[in-house]
């Protein structure tokens, strides 16, 4: 479990921003982490802002929902420069679904770590094809912390780092839930993967 760090001299005047990626297939718990890392937030009574991005209405038009239902108010927003021009004074900023962002989104992490705030990102690492998901892997690199979350595999139970999709849909991003994906492992999803 993910301890906020804690570390060297803790000067209330000097903020220090740091970044934090939480990474891992569909239904591996990702937004159920950033969820109680904000909550943790919340009660040290910090000023907390969050972010999801406009396209993703799964479960409610501006929260953002865990697969567990479990619920945090949020901003949507169209684009990652947005974000900039919302957060404000706040000392934590979440981002859910940070996969579905344009690349500006990592300019607007790095921006706001460097002026002092703590950005937590969460995201798919790997889209349908176990490709890379841009623009992940440049958030990962510039991150001080990263926390990759697995699920089960839905097809022989062990762990999952892969989102297997169910239709034959070749477009990037296409919203869906367990109708439309599986968490897989590895095995299993090279084995069903045509």
Same mark, same amino acid.
Request: proline share 4%; glycine share 6%; with cysteine.
């Given at each position: ?8 001299? *803790? ?22 982490? %950033?969820?109680? #890392?904000?909550? #943790? ?8 802002? &969050? ?11 501006? *929260? ?8 945090? #108010? ?10 900039? =021009? $919302? ?17 500006? &989104?990592?300019?607007?992490? *790095?921006? =706001? @770590?460097?002026?002092?705030? #703590?950005?937590? %990102? @969460? ?16 958030? $990962? @690199? ?16 062990? %762990? @999952? !780092?892969? !989102?297997?999709?169910? !239709? ?6 296409? $919203? ?19």
């Amino acid at each position: 479990m993910f301890i906020e760090p804690v570390i060297g001299n *803790n000067h209330p005047k000097e903020k220090k921003g740091h970044i934090e990626v939480i990474c891992g297939s569909m239904f591996s718990g990702k937004t159920e982490e %950033l969820i109680r #890392r904000l909550n #943790r937030a919340l009660i040290a009574k910090q000023k907390v802002e &969050i972010f999801k991005p406009a396209i993703d209405t799964r479960y409610h038009d501006s *929260n953002v929902v865990s697969h567990n239902e479990n619920e945090i #108010r949020s901003t949507p927003v169209q684009f990652a420069d947005d974000i900039m =021009l $919302l957060a404000g004074d706040c000392d934590v900023i979440g981002i859910d679904e940070v996969q579905f962002f344009d690349k500006q &989104i990592v300019q607007v992490a *790095n921006s =706001l @770590a460097k002026s002092g705030k #703590r950005v937590i %990102l @969460a995201g798919l690492d790997m889209d349908f094809e176990g490709k890379p998901f841009e623009p992940m892997p440049q958030l $990962l @690199a510039t991150a001080e912390y990263v926390t990759k979350v697995h699920a089960i595999c839905m097809k022989c139970g062990d %762990l @999952a !780092s892969y !989102s297997f999709r169910l !239709s034959d849909a070749k477009q990037k991003v296409v $919203l869906g839930e367990k109708d439309s994906y599986e968490a897989r492992c590895r095995k299993c999803f090279y084995e069903d993967k045509k």
